[in-house]
């Protein structure tokens, strides 16, 4: 990458997943790591208009949906349990009707939720909830859920029901001390008490625009699947273009930002399952995801040089976790190699692929994530490899957002 062209480029606020909140569905829930819906639409109209559109990390299904807005046939593939609901019901048609039903129960579960207050209801097993949410708030929240089990059961994929459960996890978040000024969520240091009619009125208005971000019909078609994108399988069909986001190697978890909705949606049961979910995660590091690296060994993959210089400068760092962390970095990649080895049982020859992608630092030490992709990319036959600076991610000068770009076959 030229210094020169790094200099030129800023934030672009418009290229994260800020741009996204007034974009109806699009703006439903927010991930921090989501890209931005221009990103995704100005790759899409610089490819044939049929093509058939695939992204092997769905997340938010940022690009599924748009694709599927745009007309578009689209799979993207997950393996977190919550996130592939959310972007099958985000992906969903509705008709009239169905929305019809969804706005009657949850008036009738509004109806209810007084009657339901002081019963001793579930709640979610959340680590310190307290500092989620006041105690008079979360016997609301835990009354107005029974209610909503009672009028449509627990929530399930595919079924016109989930934009009740939607609006509920937009209910969950915004009545919560989860503040999101930094990198991902964190806490203001005071819980709100709000009573039923605060947060029935509140719901209300959550489903009216949830609802209504549904009223136009997709003119194609989006569906998440569960999928490790480590093993992808033959499906019986073939993708003309890829447009993906992975995790960065910068030790975000998904799963803890998500854990609000995981845990009320039941999607998440016990702590333990959220270290596992994220062992699993490429770039995962939650709880047993981290303790677990201490044994983790590569296999027999032949990785590019410059990973292995990469892995030996973090690891000659004279600092205490600096073993634990080049075998991160070591086995985020290795990870990702995987992925690109499987990925050829879905493409279409010609298919062309737009990584997404940002670099990191570890103990001073930069990780190239674009240089080491595009090498990983060569070795397994990849060609027409680039990659292009397309944001500044932060104030920290040397951390930027990349397009990596190949082609499979001719
Ligand atoms: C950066 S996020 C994608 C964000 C997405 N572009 C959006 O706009 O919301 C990366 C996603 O990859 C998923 N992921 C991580 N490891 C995976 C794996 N082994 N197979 C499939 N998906 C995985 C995570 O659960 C997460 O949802």
């Not at 790591?33 to 559109?53: C, F, M, N, R, W």
């Not at 008490?193 to 208005?205: G, K, N």
């Not at 699947?225 to 992975?246: C, H, K, Y």
């Not at 983790?296 to 892995?311: A, F, N, Y």
Request: hydrophobic share 40%; glycine share 6%.
């Amino acid at each position: 990458m030229l210094n020169a062209e790094r200099d030129f480029v800023g934030q672009r606020s418009d290229l994260t997943f800020k741009y996204n909140k007034s974009l109806g569905r699009h703006g439903w829930l927010r991930l921090t790591p989501a890209y931005s819906v221009k990103l995704v639409k100005e790759i899409i109209a610089g490819s044939h208009t049929s093509v058939d559109i695939l992204d092997p990390f769905s997340g938010t299904a940022t690009t599924t949906l748009t694709a599927a807005e745009h007309g578009n046939a689209a799979v993207s593939f997950d393996i977190n349990p919550f996130l592939i609901w959310l972007g099958n019901v985000k992906c969903r048609s509705y008709k009239a009707i169905q929305m019809q039903e969804v706005r009657k129960g949850c008036a009738a579960a509004i109806a209810r939720t007084e009657a339901l207050l002081q019963l001793d209801n579930w709640r979610p097993p959340l680590f310190n909830i307290e500092r989620w949410w006041s105690s008079t708030t979360l016997e609301v929240l835990a009354a107005f859920r029974v209610a909503l089990v009672e009028q449509f059961g627990e929530p399930a994929e595919d079924r016109a029901d989930g934009l009740a459960w939607v609006a509920f996890c937009r209910l969950v978040i915004e009545t919560s001390s989860a503040a999101f000024n930094h990198v991902s969520m964190s806490f203001s240091s005071e819980t709100a008490h709000y009573e039923v009619e605060h947060v029935t009125h509140l719901y209300s208005a959550i489903l009216e625009s949830v609802l209504s971000s549904c009223n136009s019909p997709l003119s194609g078609v989006g569906e998440v699947v569960e999928v490790d994108a480590r093993a992808i399988p033959d499906m019986g069909r073939r993708f003309g273009l890829v447009v993906t986001s992975p995790p960065y190697p910068n030790r975000i978890s998904y799963i803890r930002e998500l854990r609000p909705y995981m845990y009320w949606m039941k999607f998440l049961e016990e702590a333990r399952e959220a270290g596992e979910m994220d062992w699993k995660a490429i770039g995962g590091t939650w709880g047993i995801a981290t303790s677990r690296l201490a044994t983790w060994e590569s296999k027999g993959h032949l990785l590019p040089d410059i990973l292995t210089d990469t892995v030996s400068r973090i690891a000659a760092t004279d600092t205490k976790n600096a073993g634990i962390l080049a075998t991160y970095v070591l086995k985020y990649f290795y990870d990702m190699h995987l992925h690109l080895s499987s990925l050829p049982n879905v493409l279409a020859p010609g298919a062309e692929l737009h990584y997404i992608v940002g670099n990191s630092t570890f103990f001073g030490h930069m990780v190239d994530t674009p240089t080491i992709l595009g090498a990983s990319m060569r070795m397994l036959g990849y060609d027409k490899i680039e990659s292009t600076v397309i944001r500044k991610r932060n104030s920290n000068k040397a951390l930027f957002e990349y397009d990596v770009t190949a082609r499979w076959g001719s």
